[in-house]
């Protein structure tokens, strides 16, 4: 098993190398200095990090929410990076707007606002049809958030330095990378969107309790909880 473990290591390791290698190459750096964003090409090192897997959960969107992301965004002190594909007025959206009035009510207390950013790309035909081309994205202004998406007006987080905005560019380039950082220091990467989730029916929720055990009986604890090194 230790010879396993070292062995894929050193793959790992090699193909790391042979990564930045290539995006070192000239003619690779002037190609890619095109893309956005494009800060790493003067300095492909830059994308390397360490990591340990923390835990992975098993649930619906809605689940992954409530018992992984909403805990860790109550932990953090400093900011809150929320980026997902789909958005939509939900409960898993509903669980989310109750985290941050918490999380605004805790920086109130601490005299300190904690930043948060939102960014999505898909919530509605009408949205992804009149989007701004730009790679910029849209910012939503304050005053529409709660009419546009459904998160609670200014007022009731006001702890909070929050700033939402959606990217997409015609006509099909939705953005679908899900990702949460908290505090720069832990990141999870869930397969769920902030989107049209229910709370499961009671037999549901019975036959994934029996589920869960299962998983957990076989040594396993599905969203990826990282923290960096």
Not at 81 to 91: E, G
């Amino acid at each position: 098993m230790l010879h396993d473990l070292v062995g894929m290591d050193y793959n790992i390791l090699s193909a790391s190398d042979d990564l930045i290698t290539t995006l070192s190459r000239p003619e690779v750096a002037t190609e890619t200095h095109k893309d956005s964003p494009n800060y790493w090409t003067s300095q492909p090192e830059s994308l390397m990090t360490e990591c340990s897997v923390r835990s992975i959960h098993l649930g619906n969107g809605l689940s992954i929410y409530q018992d992984c992301i909403i805990p860790q965004l109550l932990a953090a002190e400093e900011e809150v990076i929320i980026v997902t594909c789909f958005w939509a007025r939900s409960d898993t959206l509903t669980a989310s707007n109750h985290g941050l009035r918490q999380l605004s009510a805790k920086a109130l207390r601490s005299g300190k606002k904690i930043r948060v950013r939102f960014c999505f790309s898909s919530s509605s035909l009408f949205q992804k049809l009149f989007h701004s081309p730009s790679l910029s994205g849209r910012a939503y202004d304050a005053s529409r958030w709660e009419a546009t998406l459904g998160l609670p007006n200014q007022a009731e987080l006001s702890g909070l330095d929050m700033r939402v905005k959606s990217i997409f560019v015609l006509p099909f380039s939705v953005m679908h990378p899900k990702f949460v950082l908290i505090d720069r220091k832990v990141i999870l990467l869930p397969s769920c969107n902030v989107s049209w989730v229910s709370s499961p029916s009671h037999e549901k929720r019975n036959a994934y309790a029996d589920y869960m055990a299962a998983i957990r009986k076989a040594g396993l604890r599905a969203a990826w909880s990282f923290t960096a090194q």
